[in-house]
DNA sequence: GGCTTTTTTTAGGTGATACTAACTTTATAT
DNA sequence: ATATAAAGTTAGTATCACCTAAAAAAAGCC
C-alpha cells in the first residue's frame, strides 16, 4: 500500500504542478496540467494513473484533481527545492530570473536533503551577514563581468565596516 | 553523420566512466564500466554501441575500449562539470567529501552553460576575495551548526582589514 | 432535450534504459 | 592444448514517459 520508492523527476513535476494549480483555482484539471507541463492529455491520464497508485492523488477518471496529505506533503518538498534554488541562482549566482526558473526546475529533482539544507542556510548567510550582504553580491557581479578582482578591496571592506558600525553603534 | 542531439545523462555517465578508467588504465573493458556504474555488461554493451552510433567510442565487439576525439571532449565537459559542483559543494557549502562527490554526480546532468560558468566564477571569487576567503568560509560553517549569525561581526570584520591592510601594506 | 465542442480516456506505438538468461568468445591454468 | 572460468554479446522482457488517433464522457449552447 505505501511507496517505498523515492519519485521520478516526472512524477514530481507533475506533483508540483498540480499542487501550485490547486493552490490557485481550488482544483486542477488534466487539461491545466497538460498546458503547464506541455505534454499531451493522454500522458497526463498515464501519470496520475501512476500517482493515484501511490496515493499521491485523488483521481478518479473524468473527475477533479487534488493531492492526498502525502502528495501535497510530497509536492511542497518539491517547491521547496525549487524555490531554494531559484533563489540561490538569482540572488547568489546572479543569472537572470528566466534562467533561474529553468535552472532550478532541472536541478530540483537531484539535489539532496543535506545539499538543500545547506544551501538555503548559504543564501540566507549570504544576505544576513553583515561582512557580505547584497554590495557583495554586485562585487561578485563586476567580478564576473571583468573576469578579475576588483581593485579597491580595502576600500570596500572599509565601507563595510562603516556599515556595521553605524548600524550596532559601538 | 554528424550528433546533433544533446546526450542522456546515462550516456553522459558512460562517457564519463570510460574518460576516467581509460586516463588510469590506457584503455577500458565492459567489465570496469560495469562494475563502476553498477549496471550489469549487457547494459554496457547496449550503450557502447549507442556511443558507437554517435562516433563517441571506438568499439568492436569483444575487443578494447577508447575514446574518439568528440568523445574525449564531451566527457571533459562533464567531468568539468562534476568538478565544479564538486568543489562548490565542498569548499563553499562545505558537506562532507562524500555528499560533495555523489551530490555532483547527480547534479552534472542537469546544470546549464551559464549557471556553470557563474558557478565556477563564484567559487574562484570566494576564495579570492579578501573581504570572504577561508576564514569566512568557516564563519558560515559555524553559522550552520549554531543556526544563527554569530555576536562577533565587527571584530570579523576588522580581522578581515587588518589581514589586507597587512599584505598590502597600504 | 439534443447538438456541438471540449475534455478525458483508451488503445497502441516509440525510444530510452535497465534487467535476466542463454550463448559465444577470449583468457587462464594446469 | 584443452577444459574451465571470465568476459562479452544477443535476445527477449519490463518500466517509464512520451506520442497519435480514435472513442467516450462532460460541458456549453440554442
Given at each position: 500500500m505505501e511507496d517505498n520508492d523515492q519519485l521520478s523527476a516526472s512524477l514530481e513535476d507533475y506533483l508540483e504542478t498540480i499542487y501550485l494549480i490547486v493552490r490557485k483555482k481550488h482544483a486542477a484539471r488534466a487539461k491545466d496540467i497538460a498546458d503547464q507541463l506541455q505534454v499531451k492529455a493522454s500522458s497526463v491520464t498515464a501519470a496520475l494513473r501512476l500517482l493515484s497508485e501511490k496515493s499521491l492523488v485523488h483521481y478518479a477518471p473524468y473527475d477533479i484533481i487534488t493531492l492526498t496529505a502525502e502528495g501535497e506533503r510530497l509536492a511542497r518538498d518539491v517547491l521547496k527545492r525549487h524555490q531554494a534554488l531559484y533563489h540561490f541562482l538569482l540572488?547568489?549566482?546572479?543569472?537572470g530570473e528566466e534562467e533561474a526558473e529553468t535552472g532550478a526546475c532541472k536541478l530540483e529533482h537531484s539535489i539532496s536533503p543535506l545539499v538543500l539544507k545547506r544551501l538555503i542556510s548559504f543564501v540566507d548567510f549570504v544576505q544576513q551577514c553583515p561582512r557580505v550582504g547584497t554590495q557583495w553580491v554586485k562585487e561578485f557581479n563586476s567580478f564576473c563581468q571583468r573576469g578579475a578582482m576588483g581593485e579597491n578591496c580595502i576600500d570596500c571592506i572599509n565601507d563595510c565596516l562603516k556599515k556595521v558600525t553605524r548600524k550596532t553603534g559601538s
Open positions: 540572488d547568489v549566482l546572479g543569472v
